[in-house]
């Protein structure tokens, strides 16, 4: 009687916890779909934004573009012209870049949208006084893990101007190359008569030859500055909060591995200068990539100076210190099988 009315309870426990379960389906309204616009623009390139439209919070798919949007783009109050579609959401101008010092809008319609638009100023440049190199080998010991890496590390001077606030990116772009190998092996088929019987076999000729071709690519950068308040895709961004009017040399690196290259390499170190609207953005779009997959993290609303839209209008302008290193593509001990 004892292990029946144990099992009677069991059963009806699991029961019980069964029909706790409940399934709730919670309907999210769709709110209003607004123009997005996003563009950097600056002193170095003609000028062109990409124009798309906001997504409901669920939806996984793939940007929409505004392709039959009209783009206007103004110089202070004087309009300058309207911006050609190029393609894949993106309008570009037909070849006019501005100016430093330059305030530059942009107005986009749609039908059926409400029209946005944005504005932002083409800072001064600040520029590069020096920069110091050296490679430096960085071991990493955790538990029974351990690994060796070579950094390339730059030590970069600039002059902060006094009583300006100023806001900076810094990154790297380099043109190098890569060997690619040719396998030249031809065959021949030869004979040798003995004892009345032809007898065939194949005797090869091999010799190696290799191709060189040239890339360019904008490796990541790293950073253990103080001055530093986000290290994102495009760079390491910081501001003259605590540099105000002082020259100061910023450290950051990347891996030696990344300035590699068949023969010389040109480094080319952009010290960019970048509008408050900018600056503003892309640290709060690091901060919110940084968080959103964290339950527990406080939302970060990426910020936004577009008018009745969504996206960011930012201007730049830029400072170029180029070197020449050369990084061999393979160490002195690269060794390889040769197959017979």
Known sequence: MTRVAVMLVGGVLLLLAASCESVLFIELEESDKLIVVNGAVGNDSIVTVQVSRTRHILDNADLVPLKSATVTLFRGSEMIEQLDYAGNGYFRATSFKPAVGEELSIEVEQPGYPSVSARCEIPQTVGVVSVDTSTVIEEYNEYSYRSVEELFQMDVTINDPPGVENYYLLNLQVDKSYTSWRDTTVNYVDSL????????????????????????????????????????????????????????????????????????????????????????????????????????????????????????????????????????????????????
């Open 193 to 340: 008569y003995h004892n009345g019987e032809w007898h065939y076999f194949i005797s090869d000729t091999t010799y190696t030859v290799t191709d060189t071709f040239r890339y360019i690519e904008d490796p990541g950068l790293g950073s253990p500055d103080l001055v530093v308040e986000a290290v994102t895709d495009n760079g390491i961004l910081f501001s003259d909060q605590l540099i105000d009017g002082k020259e100061y040399s910023i450290r950051a690196y990347t891996f030696l591995r990344s300035i590699r290259s068949a023969d010389s390499a040109v480094v080319d170190i952009r010290l960019h200068s970048i509008s408050e609207s900018y600056y503003k953005y892309m640290k709060s779009r690091q901060k919110h990539y940084e968080t959103k997959d964290a339950p527990f993290a406080v939302p970060v609303i990426v910020y936004t100076n577009v008018e009745g839209g969504a996206g960011v209008l930012g201007g730049y302008s830029s400072d170029l210190y180029t070197i020449t290193t050369f990084v061999p593509e393979f160490d002195d001990d690269y060794w390889y099988y040769e197959y017979k």
